[in-house]
């Protein structure tokens, strides 16, 4: 047998076959996968959300992120899907090693374990780096669907005890449907462990999909056209909107849509945060109230620790519209151009807002750059979206929000118990906003205080 270090053949269809030997290899497998997937994540982080440290951070084992909230708080879909593959890898390697009592330091030295676990192996990409943030979307793409056939494969070996996989079996397998692992022993733990994970690959293969396909129908559409569309929405609905009730299927779309305003709202409050302290001579020359790369750039390469602040409470909103966007498949981006779900969202956000004033990056006043108005504004904008948060929670408990009563709500600890909301039909996204409310609390307290460190989270 070849050492670890020099290149091991895969095993064939005459070798003998160990089906105990087979399971040890998998463990290796399944480490070869999440680390892969890690890489990707690392890699997409850096050439995209995190560009300018790019240069730093170009070897993802060398300067590693172990913190997965680190790629969590990028905001990058993509990102958040690689992140959530690689916990299902974990879990299965993790369980299956406590369920057969195995060695990680053992499996890695044995030789014969080593070879095993190339059989039915998905490929690798190498060279990460210098493929393309588009090519690369493409590759992640397929690697998942690899890793959900090999999972299949072990699935099919454990289920008929032989290596050899009959052809019924490959016919059987779609990547994306549901019907295709019956054939495969239920009976046994292994296999349902593997069946359940495949399940959960398949959702992050759509999801991702879903998201590339978005991509193509959004880069099609002209930036100016969609402003346009924009703008003539924001003109209709300034009339008065009756909140008294919201139509089923439009409570959680007003609910994302209402935390997509609220995230643009604060990113241009914290560029501007950005002109004030740092480049106030970059004032007017560039708009802060749509996505525009260099605004996105300028905030991100801010190593001011208040700024850093603002951008961790961005992205906990950011965050819990992902969440919901997992489990709900609700993207706000498309759903905000139905004309009942945008007016809704923007009577309700824009008429509990009390965040009127300094944020005029145009204002000709002397005092526009005043310090205590601007700390001022930004408490008013964080108290502002805890009355917003309150009032989505008792719409998705109850479907109806009274606006009068709620603007003398200002969103306090006890409003986001999810226990008060027992009889809500959407038990998660009430718990992702109380989440979110419990954070924002959390973030008042920092600024008030001027704390800008991460110490004492709510959600350690």
Known sequence: MKTLNNKVEKPTANDPFDLTLLIRGMVLQLIQMSSNVYEFAYTFTFKRTMKAYKEEFYDPFDKMVEDQEFFLATGDPVVINCVHAENIFHDIKNTVMMRFRLNLEDLVKDPATYRESLRFAPLRLHYKRSKSYKKLKSCYERSLLDYIKYLY??????????????????????????????????????????????????????????????????????????????????????????????????????????????????????????????????????????????TDLLINEMKDPFIALLRYMFSSIQLSMLK??????????????????????????????????????????????????????????????????????????????????????????????????????YPYAISVICTLGTELLWYQKKFYFKDYTLEDTPWE
Not at 401 to 414: E, P, Q
């Open 153 to 294: 494969q072990i699935a099919c070996v454990i289920t008929i005890e032989k290596h050899r996989i009959p052809a019924v079996f490959n016919k059987q397998f779609v990547s994306n449907e549901e019907q295709s692992l019956w054939l495969l022993n239920s009976e046994d733990a292994t296999v349902t462990l593997l069946k359940d994970g495949i399940a959960v690959l398949r959702k992050q293969l759509q999801q991702l999909r879903e998201l590339n396909n978005m991509k193509i129908i959004k880069s099609k559409m002209n930036v100016k056209l969609q402003e346009a569309l924009v703008k003539e929405l924001e003109t209709k609905s300034l009339t008065p909107i009756d909140m008294t009730e919201c139509k089923p299927e439009n409570i959680l779309p007003v609910t994302l849509v209402t935390l997509d305003k609220a995230a643009l709202h604060l990113k241009s409050i914290i560029y501007k945060f950005v002109l004030k302290d740092h480049h106030p001579e970059l004032r007017g020359k560039v708009s802060a109230e749509s996505s525009n790369p260099s």
């Open 324 to 425: 919901m966007n997992d489990v709900y498949c609700i993207d706000p981006q498309v759903v905000m151009f139905k004309q009942e779900v945008f007016d809704l969202a923007s009577n309700l956000y824009w008429s509990l807002n009390i965040c009127d004033t300094p944020f005029d990056e145009d204002s000709k006043k002397g005092d526009d750059f005043d310090n205590e108005l601007y700390e001022i504004g930004l408490d008013a904008y964080i108290l502002s979206l805890l009355s917003v948060l309150y009032c989505l929670l008792v719409i998705l408990d109850s479907g109806a929000i009274d606006l009068d009563n709620a603007r003398r709500n200002s969103g306090t600890i006890d409003d986001f118990d999810p226990k008060k909301y027992s009889n809500s039909r």
